[in-house]
């Protein structure tokens, strides 16, 4: 990556490959992100940018190549196999991201104080009383601490998609994983959840945000990925990127976005 920044190390992927069935999704793709960048990851449907990101926490598997979380391996590739952590190195790396999803994915039957609570007890083991005070503090912080006692059925798209972010953060990740984060929202609402985000990266949060918002990615990302068929096409910072695309298919996607 042509970033000369030298902060911490926090994401390394190298030489990814993944493929369902026949058809192969990442076809080799390297990245590294480090402490307080956003990387922003850009493409047509279809490209990979879910499975590429859903690699990093688990949600997808890969099939060769290596995934590095502050210099932890969660997998790497040995003699052509692809073996991850194991057992409780694997819950310690994974720990350390956060993830938001498209459709938000809150516990409907929780309040959205509770959605908060609900990992950091379950899986940290936490005491409510050592982690309430924290949840508020997130729920302020995005603008909700009046919607403690809610449930998501009463909270519109935007606020569902904060408590997510919240609900996110309480977990204390190393690295937050958005993926399209605003594309289940009506137009009105994307800017409030934006506005969160953007927040979170002048707090130097490291975050890897899969987005067609390219207003965001151009004005908070620090480098920005544009994928086509698994994989990377082109990749820059994004004053250069977006002014001066090289490639034609980057091109013609940007151009396609306006
Ligand atoms: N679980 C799965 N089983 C089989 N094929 C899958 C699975 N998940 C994704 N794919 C295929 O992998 C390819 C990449 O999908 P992916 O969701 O990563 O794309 P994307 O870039 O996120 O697209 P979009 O912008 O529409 O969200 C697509 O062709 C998709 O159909
Ligand atoms: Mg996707």
Redesign the pocket.
């Known amino acids: 990556m042509a970033n000369t920044n030298q902060g911490e190390v926090m994401l390394k992927m190298t030489d990814i490959h993944k493929s ?2 026949q ?1 192969d ?1 990442l076809k080799g793709i390297d990245l590294e992100v480090r402490r307080g960048e956003v990387l922003a990851i850009i ?10 990101l ?1 690699c990093i926490n688990k949600l ?1 598997t890969i099939d060769k190549g290596s995934i590095a979380i502050k210099d932890r391996f969660l997998v790497q590739t040995k003699d052509g196999e692809a073996r991850y952590a194991n057992g409780k190195e694997e819950r310690e790396i994974l720990a350390s991201t956060g993830m938001v999803f498209q459709q938000f994915n809150l516990f409907p039957h929780m309040t959205v104080l509770e959605n908060l609570l609900e990992a950091p007890m379950q899986v940290k083991g936490l005491k409510r009383s050592e982690v309430e005070p924290y949840a508020r503090e997130l729920l302020d912080k995005v603008g909700l601490s009046d919607r403690a006692d809610y449930y998501p059925s009463q909270l519109s798209g935007g606020q569902q998609q904060r408590v997510a972010i919240a609900r996110a953060l309480c977990m204390k990740p190393d690295i937050m994983l958005f ?2 984060p605003t594309s289940a929202l009506d137009p009105e609402l994307t800017g409030e959840v934006l506005k969160t985000m953007r927040e979170l990266a002048a707090e130097h949060m490291t975050m890897v945000v ?1 987005t ?1 918002e390219m207003a965001f990615a151009r004005e908070a990302a620090s480098h920005v990925i544009f ?1 086509a068929e ?1 994989n990377i096409v082109e990749q820059g910072e994004p004053e250069v990127f977006f002014a001066a695309p090289k490639e034609e298919r980057t091109k013609a996607f940007l151009q396609n976005m306006l």
């Open positions: 369902y069935d058809l999704v493409g047509p449907s279809g490209s990979g940018k879910s499975t590429l859903r997808e993926d399209e899969v067609h994928m698994g």
